[in-house]
């Protein structure tokens, strides 16, 4: 059973039109990570939550946003996508203590 | 600072030759070491971990020695598969935070 769900698996959008990608966990974990992956690179951290508090990465561009309404649920939103946005973005959960990362199938997002 | 240092790839094999993937690291303290998988166009998945010196973790034949004289924790498989091709991380856990740090990726493509 899939315990990290992304939504959509594909995305495709128009260069500056808003779009919400969306991931829920199963888990109870309080930790939720946001990476963006282009092709053939490793993962980069967006930003992350320990349960509310909400901790953005120093060179993560201000177009990019997020929520977490609830522990199961987070959202990234990008508001004016730019082509370079076209990649993989990855949700990950992990409990504290545990050390490990447990990852979506991730939210594949082209823009035209 | 804490960093993590893989193997370049791409690496080509046939089926049924031995494989290492090399990962070295340097971090404050003795954190737990993970190698991650991730197959086309999915997310990425825990192949194994150690979380300490000498542990060694194995999951699918492979296997990883966590060794801190070298601060190393290659990656082996005795006798891959054609399955086996995907690109591997090694990761391991910022010390002090949440987040993790990733290796850039290993590209393996084994042949029939």
């Known amino acids: 059973d899939a315990m990290v769900i992304q939504n959509p698996r594909y995305q495709v959008t128009q260069f500056g039109k808003p779009v919400t990608l969306s991931c829920s966990q199963t888990l109870n974990h309080n930790v939720m990570y946001w990476y963006q992956q282009k092709s053939s690179q490793a993962p980069k951290l967006l930003f992350h939550?320990?349960?509310?508090?909400?901790?953005n990465e120093a060179d993560t561009p201000d177009n990019f946003q997020s929520r977490r309404p609830n522990t199961s649920f987070c959202f990234l939103d990008i508001r004016s996508p730019g082509l370079g946005d076209t990649a993989m973005y990855l949700c990950a959960t992990s409990r504290v203590g545990t050390g490990e990362l447990f990852f979506g199938e991730g939210s594949r997002l082209t823009v035209l | 600072g804490d960093s993590v240092t893989q193997m370049e790839g791409p690496v080509t094999l046939s089926e049924e030759a031995f494989l290492t993937i090399n990962c070295t690291y340097t971090?404050?303290?003795?954190?737990?070491l993970f190698w991650y998988v991730q197959y086309p166009g999915e997310g990425l998945q825990l192949l194994l971990k150690?979380?300490?010196?000498?542990d060694k973790g194995s999951n699918k034949g492979f296997e990883a020695t966590y060794r801190k004289e070298t601060t190393s924790f290659h990656l082996e498989k005795g006798s891959v598969q054609v399955s086996d091709s995907a690109v591997y991380f090694c990761a391991l856990p910022f010390s002090g935070t949440y987040k993790y740090i990733f290796g850039t990726g290993t590209r393996l493509k084994v042949l029939a």
């Open positions: 971090a404050t303290g003795y954190p737990s």
């Open positions: 150690a979380t300490k010196a000498d």
């Open positions: 939550y320990y349960d509310k508090d909400f901790n």
